[in-house]
């Protein structure tokens, strides 16, 4: 069976950071590519970062610079560690895999900016 599991939001204060998890499991994490999209109220659901299965990275611009995306193959997961958070980056966060021609989601994990 097939799993996405998130992790890691919170609160946080602008300008601080988080570091969130993704954990698949269930599919041949090897050959996966793992994306991360946020949905802030009222706003679609866009990409924030990717990671292909060969470790080929890409970002939204407006997380460029801010954001890193990484895989760990051992522990099937990826991690989105966020820097210098900004009130903008308030979402909730879901990862994506894409694998065997599918798209498999999380339930998300919320992320809120506050000072």
């Known amino acids: 069976q097939i799993e996405i599991v998130e992790s890691g939001g919170g609160l946080v204060q602008p300008g601080g950071s988080l570091r969130l998890s993704c954990e698949a499991s269930?599919?041949?994490?090897?050959?996966?590519?793992i994306a991360w999209y946020r949905q802030a109220p009222g706003a679609d659901r866009e990409m924030v970062a990717r990671i292909t299965a060969g470790f080929v990275t890409s970002y939204a611009e407006s997380v460029e610079g801010r954001f890193t995306i990484s895989r760990d193959h051992g522990k099937q997961t990826v991690y989105l560690q966020m820097n210098d958070i900004k009130r903008e980056d308030a979402a909730v966060y879901y990862c994506s895999a894409e694998y065997a021609g599918r798209n498999y989601w999380g339930q998300g994990t919320q992320v809120a900016v506050s000072s």
């Open positions: 269930g599919m041949r994490f090897a050959v996966t590519h």
